[in-house]
């Protein structure tokens, strides 16, 4: 364990998605689902649906900064997943008070582009990602399209192309690195965990669903959930992505919206 609590803590800085299914409010859930006590520091308002994004208000970077001292002045925090971030200012403040009160782990989800297709950040948001906070992270997760935007390269077709992404990956200087296949055009869903300088292929089905809205939010809160309680990486990255395949497999179950619906984050509940 990394803490003597029974319960860790987890941080998700991020934004708030009003439908439920992806930023902080699908941070949370995941969170609960998999056995931590969820805190939150919102980084941006957005309007959307499950059908897109219709508006992005940026929280002010000093009230970003006021949210984290705040909770870090009471609340121990044994991981952080670090979402939506717009600009370098919020970045550096980001960073600044991470590198302060160091939390034993930090997960990033590189958050650019939502699921529909809508650009989120501009090139220095993109900019202030790359250089300030991979570097920071013990976990960065980018699907094929981020990871393509981080690189500034096209987007890989094949695991052969994503495997010859690795080289530029890690020298982004981040300690591990998870990208996400899901956007293959392929029968499967292989996902490649580079860990101590090790390419480790990661299997997974792919489920027959629309209900794909915030995915990426909600795994990479599920492994820092993992990693709050059990401090080991790989195990933590495997266990999240057998709780999101059964939240994916059971979201028809859930009614919500005409677009791409949520993931069901308590399957295992209700």
Known sequence: M????????ALTIAGSDPSGGAGIQADLKAFSALGAYGTS???????????????????????????????????????VKIGMVASREVAEVIREALERHRPRWIVLDPVMVAKSGDILVDDAGIRAVRDILVPLADLVTPNLPEAAVLLDTTTPDSPEAMEAL????????????????????????????????????????R???????????SLSSAI?????????LPAAVDQA??????????????????????????????
């Open 2 to 9: 990394t803490t003597s609590r029974s319960i860790p803590n």
């Open 207 to 217: 489920i027959a669903t629309h209900n794909l809205h915030g995915t990426g939010c």
């Open 241 to 270: 992505k057998r709780w999101l395949n059964a939240a994916l497999e059971a979201s028809a179950r859930l009614e919500v919206g005409q677009g791409h619906g949520p993931v069901h984050h308590f399957h295992a509940w209700w």
């Open 166 to 205: 690795l080289p530029a990956l890690a020298a982004l200087g981040a300690d591990h690195v998870l990208l996400k296949g899901g956007h293959l055009h392929a029968e499967r869903c292989p996902d490649l965990l580079i860990s101590a300088g090790q390419a480790h292929w990661l299997d997974g089905p």
């Open 41 to 79: 520091v919102i980084t941006a308002l957005t309007a959307q649906n499950t059908r897109g994004v219709t508006g992005v208000h940026p929280v002010p970077a000093e009230f970003i900064a006021a949210q984290l001292e705040t909770l870090f002045d009471d609340v121990a925090i044994d991981a």
């Open 224 to 232: 820092a959930a993992c990693l709050a309680r059990h401090d080991d």
